[in-house]
């Protein structure tokens, strides 16, 4: 696997496994919110280091985060 992950299972093997972090509802909801949000810090952080398409790819991920949450 490479530093950025290339499709779902890779993004959330590096959230769950290698960052420790839970995919919670409200965890997914604040960061979807947050990567939509281009005046925060971090959202802009993150697009000056990864890159805009990455962002959008992200937001992809958590979404699918999202819908698998709710079923």
Known sequence: MSVIP??????EHCITVSCGIPLTTSFVARRIEALNNL???HTSKFVDTWGEAHRLQTIAWFEEAQRRLAS
């Open 39 to 41: 005046r925060d810090h």
């Open 6 to 11: 290339a499709n779902y299972d890779e993004w």
